[in-house]
């Protein structure tokens, strides 16, 4: 096997190293089958088996109530952006709040306004969204169809430490970036939603956590495949699902809990890892410039740059040459940005922050 480097792209991103050993040995022909996973029919006993057990890790993961539907789609997280607006705001009289902490809440909001009333509960547009609302500056709508946010900005590196308030509305959130990186209340949420490819497996992925009884509220003209309630009565499987993915979705799934037992212990890890970086930054007398207000620094995408354009260039050309990739930041902010999702491992990390400190000096 050639030498694997520490990948810290924002996604598709690094994959657990025992994973994908697995999948490599399994994908000419699973074990007792003589077919590949991408050959078996999704109707079939064998794949019907994979798909239930990854839905059965995710339920035990994140301790998904029966309230709640699970669903494995496609289309990312642009899909859902509008699939959500579409089911529970279209043909209502109510508005829908969007919180705008960063780029992909700015995008979600461009689909919602096509389908009904939208209120920007917030934008933290004027800091380049560098911070997040405390519970006084969101301006909600008493009764909205739903309140949406996004709960980790991968381009600006912001992260909610917790839920925000939004009384009995439901709230609708895209945890695409830090799902299963540590444990969440799924009673809490009308939909939890996440595209795979950061935290959960590869890109064609799409986990819906959809609190059941909003599946009733959609619109009859919808085309069919918009309706979450279809998926929900077929168990995902209204059109062939994207196998081979679920399948790596549930050897990821596999892997957390035999590596860590509970998110609450990665949980740990993680912000293990983050902290080694920010104590880089913060203990660097200004040389490296954090991006995110401190408070609500990511615990998966650390953005930070230098003090000139030339400088984070050396500096990424730099860590390329010793296996540190896929650091550049987004064109939008600039600078430096670190994934460190599940999968890196702590000696990337570590090999990062003595790397920082060496380019320092």
């Not at 354009?309 to 930041?329: P, V």
Request: glycine share 8%; aromatic share 8%.
């Amino acid at each position: 096997m050639p030498e694997r480097v520490f990948n810290f792209s924002a996604g598709p991103a690094v994959m657990p190293l025992p994973v994908l050993e697995e999948a490599q040995r399994d994908l000419v022909a699973l074990p007792g089958v003589g077919s590949s996973v991408m050959e078996l029919s999704h109707r079939g006993k064998t794949y019907m088996d994979i798909h239930a057990d990854a839905k059965a890790r995710l339920v035990s993961l994140l301790n998904i109530p029966d309230t709640h539907e699970v669903l494995l789609l496609q289309g990312g997280s642009r899909l859902q952006f509008s699939m959500i607006p579409m089911n529970l705001l279209k043909g209502t009289d109510k508005a829908a709040d969007y919180v705008l902490t960063g780029t992909w809440g700015k995008k979600a909001l461009e689909e919602a306004v096509k389908e009904g009333k939208t209120n920007v509960a917030w934008d933290g547009k004027p800091g380049n969204y560098n911070n997040l609302p405390g519970p006084s500056d969101l301006k909600l709508t008493s009764d909205a169809a739903y309140v949406h946010i996004t709960s980790n900005e991968t381009i600006q590196g912001v992260q909610f430490q917790s839920e925000p308030e939004v009384g009995n509305v439901p709230l609708v959130a895209d945890l695409s970036s830090d799902f299963m990186s540590r444990p969440v209340d799924v009673s809490k949420y009308g939909i939890i939603y996440a595209c795979a490819q950061k935290n959960a497996g590869p890109a064609g992925v799409t986990v819906v956590i959809i609190r059941k009884d909003l599946m009733e509220h959609a619109s009859s003209d919808l085309p069919g495949y918009m309706v979450y309630r279809n998926h929900a009565e077929n168990d995902s499987m209204w059109n062939t699902p994207p196998t081979f993915g679920i399948y790596l979705l549930g050897l990821v799934c596999k892997w957390l809990q035999n590596e860590f037992g509970s998110l609450e212990k990665l949980q740990t890890q993680n912000e293990a890892k983050a902290q080694m970086l920010y104590d880089a930054i913060d203990q660097s007398g200004g040389y490296y410039i954090g991006h995110a207000v401190p408070e609500v620094r990511s615990m998966m995408n650390v953005t930070f740059k230098l003090g000139d354009e030339e400088a984070d260039k050396k500096f990424l050309a730099a860590a390329n040459e010793i296996g540190l990739t896929q650091l550049g930041g987004h064109r939008s902010v600039g600078g430096m940005r670190a994934s460190i999702y599940n999968a890196m491992p702590v000696e990337g990390v570590e090999k990062l922050r003595d790397f920082m400190l060496e380019f320092k000096k």
